[in-house]
């Protein structure tokens, strides 16, 4: 169900500064400064590509009282259009176009070569493991099924936006400061240089997403040590803990398929989370989380 009054709606809503009316007005108050999630928000330009008329009118409606810029499309074409004219931060994408298939429209947009790249977020009813997982593969950054809160949604845009910023951080700073021989990480027969976002297996070369390499680097920053599933969801994604997700599940199948032989290197740690070892298993007995959580 969607929710047209959430909490960030209010935290906005609260920060707008009333003007005074008649002459009995009271002075307008100094506005508060703004936080960083809501200064991101203000900037972030939406592009909503849903085709159902009442659902795009519902988003849009909480997305700008949550201080986002939004502009909408109800096929793909008018997608691809708006996206090369007003290149947006955050696409949300619903799968089952009237012409064509968000899939195709995320395909697009990844190879269209826009620099930065946006954060897609999928927004359908499917939600089989496939179909997640061939989401992910064409590009999309996130994947949430049809029904879901609104206060959801704009958490996860919140934690991709977090997560990339992040990201760009470590990209504009570099490894100027590295210490030398850091940049290249091996273990048995895998080889990562974060430098040049390569992976290699048995020195050849593996194509791995921005995601997936740092899923594998936040694995292979302690080999042999369990990362919980909060602990990556949190540093991966940028997740709040309120958010629990299957993507994480999704994305270590699809980086062992990718990895071959080697990704039976991740291990499974049943209810707890994920470590990364040079010796192949499939899944360990369940551990306690220190934090009391069961993953």
């Not at 976002?197 to 740092?214: C, D, I, K, W």
């Not at 990362?227 to 309120?242: A, D, I, N, Q, S």
């Amino acid at each position: 169900m969607l929710f047209r009054t959430t909490k960030e709606t209010e935290e906005t809503r609260s920060l707008m500064t009333r003007t005074p009316t008649g002459h009995g007005a009271q002075p307008t108050r100094a506005p508060q400064p703004l936080s960083a999630e809501t200064a991101r928000r203000c900037k972030a330009r939406v592009l909503l590509v849903e085709d159902e008329a009442d659902l795009a009118t519902s988003l849009s409606y909480n997305l700008e009282a949550a201080g986002y810029q939004v502009s909408s499309a109800m096929d793909g074409t008018a997608a691809l259009r708006l996206a090369t004219a007003q290149p947006p931060d955050i696409v949300l994408l619903d799968l089952m176009l009237p012409d064509i298939s968000g899939l195709e429209v995320c395909r697009r947009i990844r190879a269209s070569g826009q620099t930065p790249q946006p954060i897609v977020i999928m927004v359908t009813a499917r939600g089989e493991e496939v179909d997640r997982v061939v989401g992910f593969e064409v590009g999309a950054d996130d994947y949430l099924v049809k029904p879901f809160s609104v206060r959801e949604l704009l958490l996860r845009m919140e934690a991709r936006q977090r997560a990339q910023s992040v990201a760009d951080e470590h990209e504009h700073v570099g490894t100027a400061g590295a210490a030398p021989g850091k940049a290249r990480i091996t273990i048995g027969n895998l080889e990562v240089d974060s430098d040049s976002h390569q992976v290699f297996v048995n020195g050849s070369e593996v194509h791995v997403s921005a995601l997936e390499m740092r899923l594998l680097l936040h694995l292979l920053a302690v080999p042999g040590k369990v990362r919980y599933r909060r602990e990556l969801l949190t540093e991966v994604w940028g997740y709040h803990p309120e958010v629990s997700s299957r993507t994480l599940d999704t994305h270590v199948k699809r980086l062992r398929q990718k990895l071959g032989e080697v990704g039976a290197y991740i291990h499974t740690v049943r209810g707890v989370g994920y470590r990364i070892v040079a010796q192949s298993a499939t899944s360990e007995p369940r551990k306690r989380d220190p934090e009391g959580n069961k993953g």
